[in-house]
């Protein structure tokens, strides 16, 4: 699970370096060409944000979308501002639906990417141009996409080959799109990133299974 307590300061300014660049230009730019229907959603139209965002658009086909409370993740341009290669994995230590009834609440102070269900099912809750809190350490989050698996770290049973799959076939389109090579130095456990306190995935994950099916993935997906 995530927690950005006790970690570098929550959320920060809203002025991103892109924002210091091109101050309000950018966001009449994006103003002129979204058309009255963005207009109308124009909280994303901020300085820092270079793109349009759509409500229900996600990363990766065949995946459900709830978003996350903004105040478990930070507006990005994310590759353009920060460079993304590293994908943490995490295990929720609860249920799905506890999961992203969590990362939905404003109190909660986490949230990542995505959540993997033990039947193979994804929710994508922060889009991946944005920095989920999950990993407690504000670099990594800045260059990380996080997953989540539901389940508990003592309860091997709970990384069901559905589970693997589809979190491998995911971890493989990330590594695709961003050129993240598939090692384990740039695909980490909660537990390794440095300053946590947190022990998931924990030692029941099969890593050599993890990462032997994402690199099939890659080997049979187009290019
Ligand atoms: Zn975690």
Redesign the pocket.
């Known amino acids: ?2 927690s950005e307590v006790g970690a570098a300061p929550k959320a920060g300014p809203r002025r991103t370096r892109r924002a210091v660049l091109f101050g309000g230009v950018g966001v009449f730019a994006v103003a002129a060409i979204a058309g009255q229907d963005e207009l109308r959603r124009a909280w994303w139209l901020l300085p820092g944000v270079g793109k349009p965002r759509k409500e229900g658009e996600v990363d990766h086909a065949g995946v459900g979308w709830t978003s996350a409370s903004p105040a478990n993740w930070r507006l990005a341009d994310r590759p353009e501002d920060y460079r993304v290669d590293r994908i943490v994995v ?2 929720t230590q609860g249920s799905f639906a506890s999961s992203v009834d969590a990362f939905k609440s404003p109190f909660h102070q986490a949230s990542a990417h995505y959540i993997v269900g033990q039947d193979g099912r994804i929710e994508q809750m922060v889009r991946e141009m944005d920095v989920a809190f ?1 990993s407690g350490n504000r670099a990594m989050n800045e260059r990380s996409v996080g997953i989540e698996h539901e389940g508990f770290v003592d309860r091997p049973q709970d990384f069901t080959q559905a589970l693997y799959a589809a979190s491998a076939r995911l971890a493989a389109d990330v590594c695709r799109r961003y050129g993240i090579p598939v090692d384990r130095r740039h695909i980490v456990a ?1 537990s390794e990133v440095p300053g946590t306190d ?1 022990t ?1 995935p924990g030692p029941h994950w099969d890593w050599d299974r993890y990462l032997g099916l994402v690199r099939s993935e890659l080997a049979t997906a187009p290019a």
């Open positions: 699970m995530g995490h295990v999950h909660h947190h998931d």
